[in-house]
């Protein structure tokens, strides 16, 4: 498949709030229909053959468009991809015909092992190269163009040579890919390293952009006292990264938008007012774009 043609298939979310499906909110679902966008699914929770959860999402996935989120292809790994894991994946994505799909911009495996996390990458050629070569295999895989998300980072390498922003301008521009614009990750990395994150938000290839992520982090201190945000996804979204999202709102035009909570998630009514939040800005865009420029 050719990369115009990976890009004809390309986004068709709503322009609207999405929330991650949990388990434990089904019946929430399915007996209230709320008036929600899109859920958002971790592809790796969805990987066995049949049982409830298949049950449960093929009756939600009627109702609602799906946005399919990985968390273990370990784009950035120095090893080969696992193409039995990309083979599950092919099969989830054909059986649900998502309105999007969307990997991290990290790696999780190292010779024989996986580390349940999402660990940051040094900026290089090399590394480019590596995730470029990924990406195509992944999209002429799977027979869709997939959405790259920005990390949320703790340390910087002394290796990297090249700028965030400009690695994955970069990688979308060579490979064809979306990028998912995450933007509690730009809040976190910016507290982190003391950066300006309206600076990279006015810096970063907004045309690109197919999906925006929001959640809430938490926040500790240093051994040296400064401050640090870790990117938990257990709370509500906090103003300064909603401040930041109706900026970023300003830059890009109406994005479908998904609030993630995936830890100490709260009951439904809860996540349907963050859903409303994030509607209620989208309708106000016109005046948020406005304050912006």
Request: proline share 6%; with cysteine; charged share 25%.
């Amino acid at each position: 498949m050719t990369k115009e043609a990976r890009m004809t298939r390309f986004n068709t979310l709503p322009q609207r709030a999405g929330l991650g499906l949990k388990p434990e909110h089904y019946g929430d679902i399915l007996s209230g229909n709320p008036n929600i966008g899109f859920f958002e699914v971790h592809a790796e929770n969805y990987m066995g053959e049949g049982g409830p959860p298949h049950r449960y999402l093929s009756a939600i996935a009627e109702r609602y468009p799906l946005s399919l989120h990985g968390v273990g292809l370990s784009i950035g790994g120095s090893r080969e991809l696992d193409k039995t894991h990309l083979g599950r994946l092919k099969k989830l994505i054909e059986r649900y015909r998502p309105a999007s799909f969307s990997e991290h911009l990290a790696w999780s495996t190292h010779e024989s092992g996986y580390f349940n996390d999402l660990l940051p990458l040094p900026y290089t050629d090399e590394t480019r190269d590596r995730i470029c070569a990924h990406i195509d295999q992944v999209q002429e895989t799977l027979g869709t163009r997939m959405l790259l998300e920005n990390p949320s980072t703790y340390l910087l390498f002394e290796e990297s040579t090249v700028d965030e922003i400009d690695f994955l301008r970069t990688i979308s521009e060579r490979t064809g890919c979306g990028l998912l614009l995450d933007v509690n990750n730009v809040m976190v990395s910016a507290i982190n390293h003391r950066l300006d994150p309206y600076d990279y938000i006015r810096r970063f290839p907004v045309e690109r952009v197919g999906e925006i992520h929001l959640a809430g982090y938490d926040e500790t201190a240093d051994e040296a006292g400064e401050r640090l945000a870790i990117d938990a996804h257990a709370s509500t979204v906090h103003d300064d990264v909603f401040a930041l999202y109706e900026f970023a709102l300003g830059r890009t035009g109406p994005i479908p938008t998904l609030v993630e909570w995936d830890n100490d998630f709260p009951d439904f009514p809860t996540l349907r007012a963050e859903a409303e939040r994030v509607d209620d800005a989208l309708a106000r865009l016109p005046d948020i774009g406005r304050r912006v420029a």
